[in-house]
């Protein structure tokens, strides 16, 4: 079966970095999009980013541009998101997420989440 495992995530202080991995098997990986979302206690679940099939095109939301970095390895189904400069705002719990295009972009499988906490 399809399973996405996340880790890396825990507790960092303002301004620290983290790197979340999302270990993927049971899916042709290569052929997925893949995304990293968040979700904030009482918030809706956001996208932070994604990456097209072959890692050559990223998308990151506004609030995390230019600090985190989507990436992936296709020969070992990976998938990562390095954090830099972290906030408290970024506190979430964090999932990765499998999809594909039928007309729009549509998230099939997801992981269980990796909490990430930065106090403020």
């Known amino acids: 079966q399809v399973q996405l495992v996340e880790s890396g995530g825990g507790l960092v202080q303002t301004g620290g970095s983290l790197r979340l991995s999302c270990a993927v098997s049971?899916?042709?990986?290569?052929?997925?999009?893949m995304g990293w979302f968040r979700q904030a206690p009482g918030k809706e679940q956001e996208i932070v980013a994604r990456?097209?099939?072959?890692?050559?095109?990223?998308y990151y939301s506004s609030s995390v541009k230019d600090r985190f970095t989507i990436s992936r390895d296709n020969a070992n189904n990976t998938l990562d998101l390095q954090m830099n400069s972290l906030k408290p705002e970024d506190t979430a719990v964090y999932y990765c997420?499998?999809?594909?295009?039928?007309?729009?972009?549509?998230?099939?499988?997801w992981g269980q989440g990796t909490q990430v906490t930065v106090p403020s």
């Open positions: 997420s499998a999809g594909s295009y039928y007309n729009t972009l549509r998230w099939h499988y």
């Open positions: 049971g899916l042709t990986f290569s052929s997925y999009v």
């Open positions: 990456i097209n099939w072959s890692g050559g095109s990223a």
